[in-house]
């Protein structure tokens, strides 16, 4: 409803549309801009890893061992001589597809079940919701290591268990959407012309509540990454020999006192990775959501 | 409000019924029965334990039995500490976690509190923007990477304060308690800045301050408590996710604590253990849930009309 009425008066006034007049706002908001920055390089580095990464991710130099930062080794070494540069890249490009594939699983399900129930209304959407209710008040955190430790320690398990949790909050959102959105003209107009409800729930309801759908995308990588993050370093995440900044920290942790960079490297790029993608989001937030703009 | 609070509780029960079949039933289709490792183990041993953990039972007898047994409060035998219960396990870890829990909650709402209060009254300004960027750090430093860093910085550095234990020496529940409380402390604090910002531009206020009211009393006497309701009613979510951040902290600070002991179950594979661990907890996180939601109900009656109805 309210990005339908930014667009209506954002084309009166200055003939732009609303994703020209969001990038205007996001554009004045320094930290979210450092933020976009931020995950953009990172994104660029877990994707190139494989070519620009100094060395190889399997070599190791025992007679080296833990050495602090260097010119051979910009962030240093494990104990076993690994260079940490190198294993912060790789483990980023896991930490990054966790974070981005399994917030793409709770996207599919949350807007589909929320746009359902919130379409069809009535007794379906009583069911749907209480179901979400229901599996709100449980709780995750204990059933994700719970599912890790049944199933083994799978990373496509991890990304669906993850998926599974994120889901609920984003149907909540999208089911909100589509019954402000389905009370208006347009969609009326679409009911009348004879359109199929899959059809005007794809291309006229979804794309009008993307504006929140795209908030909170944002916002739950974060907390998917440090879910990952947590369950890693407490060993039932990510298993070696994959790694993954949360097992990276764990490492780090166990041998801090002696080798401090092996814990504050990758610490570092998983804190501030989390902090770029929450600056975006509530940069993204502000710009496309015209209560919070303030004009 | 007694309807509010039996309706609530009539919702709690599917909840948690929905807790014990999902945990009983996953963790019997696990892969690889308990005793797997325990090379050959002579065939009357194994029917013999077998008998004993009831796996010798049809599955949903052996569902059925389990709802009898946590019906009496028998949460049930450990599979790898023989003769130990999960509930002397439960007893043996819940007394530390509970404290270092409400140490962290004590934590997370007196310094969150405080700093979102302070941040509201003067938005926009320095008050605002340094408690706030804190705020922020607090949110994206994953307690498992702040637990080690106080360790190293005020534990190994400075060695002001021991780096493990829990009641062995003095000061040693500081740390974990502040690692622990610290990313909630964060959260209440951007809660209750955000609520008491709402707060202070109703009419209310204005008249608390027309009729003369110096300002610390419009906001002790009447902006807190409506402020607050929206951190009030986050305890309830907090209380989960304290539990969780107990696993990690528990591991880091070696405190002997049901965190730790979940963990250890889950390497372990001591299902029954996991099972009855999870159960309790995810008891206690709903009974938790259900508190907060009567408290913020209690503190804003529009809300407890709304439930009302309904």
Known sequence: ?295 | MWRFIAGRLLQAIPVILAVITVTFFLVRVAPGGPFDSEKAVIPEVKAALEAQYRLDLPLGQQYLAYLQDLARGELGPSFKYPGRSVNELIAAGLPATAELGAYALLVAVVLGGLAGVVASLKPNSAQDYIPMSVAMIGICMPTFLLGPLLVLVFGIHLEWLPVAGWGDIPGDKILPSLTLGAAYAAYIARLSRAGMLEVMSQDYIRTARAKGLPEWQVVTRHALRGGLIPVVAFLGPAFAGLLAGSFVVETIFQIPGLGRFYVQAAFNRDYTMILGTTVFLSTLIVLFNLLSDILAAWLNPRLRAQYGEA
């Open chain 1, 1 to 295: 409803m309210t990005s339908a009425n930014l667009t209506d008066t954002a084309q009166v006034e200055q003939g732009t549309s609303l994703w020209k007049d969001a990038w205007r706002r996001l554009r004045k908001n320094r930290l979210a801009l450092f933020g976009l920055a931020v995950l953009t390089v990172f994104i660029a580095l877990a994707l190139l890893t494989p070519w620009i990464a100094p060395y190889a991710y399997d070599a190791q130099n025992l007679d080296l061992g833990a050495s602090p930062p260097s010119a051979a080794h910009w962030l240093g070494t494990d104990i076993f001589g690994r260079d940490l540069l190198t294993q912060i890249l790789y483990g980023g490009r896991i930490s990054l597809a966790v974070g981005f594939v399994a917030t793409a699983v709770a996207l599919v399900i949350g807007v589909t079940w929320g746009a359902i129930a919130g379409y069809v209304g009535g007794r379906v959407d009583a069911v749907m919701m209480r179901l979400v209710d229901i599996l709100y008040a449980l709780p995750f955190m204990i059933f994700i290591v719970l599912l890790m430790v049944v199933f083994g320690r799978n990373l496509l398990l991890l990304f669906l268990a993850i998926g599974a949790v994120e889901w609920l909050t984003m149907a909540r959102i999208m089911r909100g959407q589509v019954q402000s959105l389905r009370q208006q003209e347009f969609v009326e107009a679409a009911v009348s012309l004879g359109l199929s409800p899959a059809t005007i729930v794809r291309r006229h309801l979804v794309p009008n509540a993307l504006g929140p759908i795209i908030v909170y995308t944002t916002l739950t990588i974060p907390s998917v990454m440090l879910l990952e993050a947590f369950l890693s370093f407490l060993g039932l995440g990510v298993q070696p020999p994959a790694t993954s900044w949360g097992l990276l920290i764990s490492y780090g942790a166990e041998t801090m006192e002696e080798y401090p960079w092996l814990l504050i490297f990758p610490g570092a790029a998983l804190t501030l990775t989390l902090f770029a993608l929450n600056f975006l989001g509530d940069g993204l937030r502000d710009a496309l959501d015209v209560r919070g703009s303030g004009d």
